[in-house]
């Protein structure tokens, strides 16, 4: 495995650290007194759309969808440093429209839609116009097993109805958000894996209910937000259901493969932001007659951190290798195992941070609360660390059969 970085790739990646200094960074305080205090999912903040056409000027547009001419024809292993970069910030991904869950969505619309829904859905989220969510958690059911849900999708005549209440459609509360891929049973009957579907749902069509935004730690996440959804007698037309009846479980396991990389290391490039912080904290504080820099336990902490740091990445590349080279099945086992590694590990640097900034890293006054709690998240968002470590048990247990 080789993993130093092409021409192209450090190209992109000098280019995107000047844009983060130049735009992203200064403009983060901004973004957020933007978003209207009194009603925050109503508009969007004036300064998102700005740095939008500037990264689109830049040439710093869609840079994921590996395996696609839709693209900037990079592989998971070339994107994997970029996406890095941009989870430095929390409003970077979507700045460069490589943000969840419409990443995702575009992937799955790439590999499994049709021409129509492609010209319909595909385009102006490449262009940047719309938003989407998806919509698989449920509350009633431990969505963590896919094989569990209950929401139903059936067909009747050219039609197919939905029924079901979903949480966690993260993107849902965005004015801006137009369309929901939902998983749905279509045929309880059918063996275990075949009995779920995903179809498309303007998020306009009657019965559908936004009822509650849901906060994470306390956090809207603004014109974002993460909704609670009820489709009630939902209609669409046949022509939406996404590659076929019973394909759904077979569309998530390819959509979850490459949005674990983009998780993992977005993690890593939260982690790193942290550790930069932490170091630069603790050379201008002095207690007990010393700088922080000088004690011992912080040396421990930013050594450990940068372990830390290293090893996550490296196996992240790893998978992404992996996911290139022998495809996404194959991998599973590093995919899963990154799912556990990268997030537990940008917890411990961040929270070594904020432990370095004192009260001032619970405050807003830095990236770090809302940096740890975003994260605290990914342990349960796209698997638990439960199942990861499952799937990677079996996986091991497999040799000595």
Same mark, same amino acid.
């Given at each position: ?20 200094? &130049? ?21 969007? =903040?004036?300064?998102?759309? &700005? ?29 994997? =440093? ?13 700045? *460069? ?119 994470? *730690? ?29 394909? %759904?479980?077979?569309?998530?396991? %390819? ?18 932001? !942290? ?12 207690? *007990? ?18 372990? &830390? ?10 998978? !992404? ?59 349960? !968002? ?20």
């Amino acid at each position: 495995m080789n993993f130093s970085y092409s021409e192209k790739v450090i190209e992109l990646q000098k280019r995107l650290t000047v844009f983060m200094d &130049e735009y992203i960074y200064p403009n983060e305080k901004l973004y957020e007194e933007q978003i209207d205090k009194k009603d925050p999912f109503s508009k969007i =903040p004036p300064i998102m759309e &700005e740095l939008k056409d500037k990264a689109k000027q830049a040439g710093l547009w869609n840079l994921f969808l590996p395996e696609s001419e839709y693209g900037a024809g990079l592989t998971n292993t070339e994107y994997a =440093p970029l996406c890095e970069i941009m989870g430095r910030s929390a409003i970077a991904p979507e700045v *460069f429209n490589c943000a969840a869950p419409d990443t995702g969505n575009m992937e799955v619309l790439v590999r499994y839609g049709t021409e129509e829904q492609k010209e319909k859905w595909l385009k102006p989220l490449l262009n940047g116009e719309i938003r989407s969510c998806f919509s698989m958690t449920e509350p009633d059911v431990a969505s963590s097993d896919a094989t569990n849900i209950q929401a139903s999708i059936i067909r009747d005549g050219d039609e197919y109805v939905i029924n079901g209440t979903k949480w966690w459609s993260s993107g849902a509360g965005d004015p801006r958000c137009k369309i929901a891929i939902v998983m749905g049973k279509n045929d309880p009957d059918a063996p275990t894996h075949e009995q779920q579907s995903m179809i498309l749902v303007p998020l306009d069509a009657p019965g559908v209910t936004i009822k509650r935004i849901l906060p994470v *730690f306390g956090y809207d996440h603004a014109p974002h937000g993460h909704a609670e959804i009820e489709y009630n007698n939902v209609r669409v037309p046949a022509a939406n259901m996404l590659w076929g009846e019973g394909k %759904g479980f077979a569309i998530a396991q %390819g959509r979850l493969g490459p949005g674990r990389i983009h998780h993992c290391m977005r993690s890593i490039g939260a982690a790193e932001r !942290a550790l930069e912080e932490l170091c630069k904290r603790v050379q201008s504080r002095t207690a *007990f007659r010393k700088k922080l820099s000088e004690q011992g336990v912080i040396q421990e902490w930013i050594a450990d951190s940068r372990i &830390e740091i290293e090893q996550a990445r490296l196996l992240t590349l790893k998978a !992404a290798y992996m996911m290139d080279t022998v495809g996404n099945k194959e991998a599973k086992a590093e995919i899963a195992m990154i799912k556990v590694v990268a997030p537990n590990m940008a917890l411990k640097v961040i929270d070594r941070a904020i432990q370095a900034f004192g009260a001032a890293g619970v405050s807003e006054d830095t990236p770090l609360a809302a940096s740890w709690a975003n994260i605290r998240t990914l342990r349960l !968002a796209d698997g638990p660390d439960e199942v990861h470590r499952r799937a990677v048990a079996r996986q091991e247990l497999k040799k000595y059969r």
